[in-house]
């Protein structure tokens, strides 16, 4: 599976986002999907997933104002996640991740990182 993100950039506080990721590949092996962030100095942190089925679960700091969505397409999957209301405390590189079955659990496939700058 190879995931390509795109559409960060820099916007002011209050403005808004949408990142995408495309998935290519083996995506008929993927069981759900994702969006991480990692700012300067901390751990990379989960913010949003959505299953197969749609189903989509949300960190507290990034609720009501984050939304994931993907559409399937034959061999491509597009994953977004719509940014809006955003904060300085948001400014980190947001990685698209999919996770497929494996022996002991899931395999993370992750795309290349975007970059998110918000300013105050």
């Known amino acids: 599976v190879q995931l390509q993100a795109s559409g960060g950039g820099l916007v002011q506080a209050g403005g808004s986002l949408r990142l995408s990721c495309v998935a290519s590949?083996?995506?008929?092996?993927?069981?759900?999907m994702g969006w991480y962030r990692q700012a300067p100095g901390k751990e990379r942190e989960l913010i949003a997933t959505?299953?197969?089925?749609?189903?989509?679960?949300?960190a507290d700091s990034v609720k009501g104002r984050f939304t994931i969505s993907r559409d399937n397409a034959k061999n491509t999957v597009y994953l977004h996640l719509q940014m809006d209301s955003l904060e300085p405390e948001d400014t980190a590189v947001y990685y698209c991740?999919?996770?497929?079955?494996?022996?002991?659990?899931?395999?993370?496939?992750w795309g290349q990182g975007t970059q998110v700058t918000v300013s105050s």
């Open positions: 590949g083996s995506i008929v092996s993927i069981n759900g």
């Open positions: 959505i299953t197969n089925d749609g189903i989509t679960n949300y």
């Open positions: 991740n999919a996770q497929r079955p494996a022996r002991g659990g899931n395999y993370d496939y």
